[in-house]
């Protein structure tokens, strides 16, 4: 991505102790700044563990401006995948959340596992010879790296490097145990 000239001397110029200039919220250079150092950067919550409490079962959100899918795999594991072809880059769903047995996208019907390795490819053999092989790593979905579940709340985070969800959400997970200790549902207690 592009980073946008602006420096950190006129960020901090827009801001003053009694206002911030209305610039901060409408500077589209700025916005790609937040995108790239604080939202690509920090553990986003998706969604919680029991929205997604069977195999195939998938949510979707935004991250950092990103497509993203949360899906409970046939190992119970949770994997976060973005929501994009390999192939010309289709967006696989629309929908918010459902279920699948595999993700098949609509353009020319490749399906990917819940943990997005490509399972099947209609008239393969017209693939022959080209990079789009199946033992090609990039025929499968891309997965995001970073996925963490805190009692049940489920993160994930672009980059890959930076400090564990718990370490990153510090004080924070005392709020998170006080709502989840409270709750009359025994869910991930
Ligand atoms: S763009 Fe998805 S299968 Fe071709």
């Not at 589209?28 to 950067?41: A, G, H, N, P, Q």
């Amino acid at each position: 991505m592009k980073i946008p000239a602006i420096s950190i001397d006129e960020i901090e110029g827009l801001v003053e102790p009694d206002r911030v200039h209305k610039r901060l919220y409408t500077d589209s250079d700025i916005f790609e700044l937040e995108m790239d150092r604080v939202f690509s950067k920090a553990w986003i919550f998706v969604c919680h563990e029991s929205q997604i409490p069977e195999p195939g079962d998938f949510c979707s959100a935004q991250v950092a401006r990103q497509s993203v899918l949360v899906v409970r795999h046939t190992d119970d594991s949770i994997k976060a995948l973005y929501n994009r072809c390999p192939h010309k880059g289709t967006q696989l769903t629309t929908a918010a959340s459902g279920h699948v047995r595999v993700f098949r996208c609509m353009y020319h019907a490749w399906s990917f596992d819940t943990d997005g390795s490509l399972k099947a490819r209609p008239l393969a053999d017209g693939y022959d010879g080209s990079r789009l092989e199946t033992d090609n790593e990039d025929c499968n979905l891309r997965r995001i790296a970073c996925v963490e579940s805190y009692r049940g709340f489920v993160f994930v985070r672009i980059h890959t490097e930076g400090p564990e969800l718990s370490t990153w959400l510090g004080k924070a997970r005392t709020s998170i145990d006080n709502m989840v200790d409270r709750s009359p549902r025994e869910y991930l207690r």
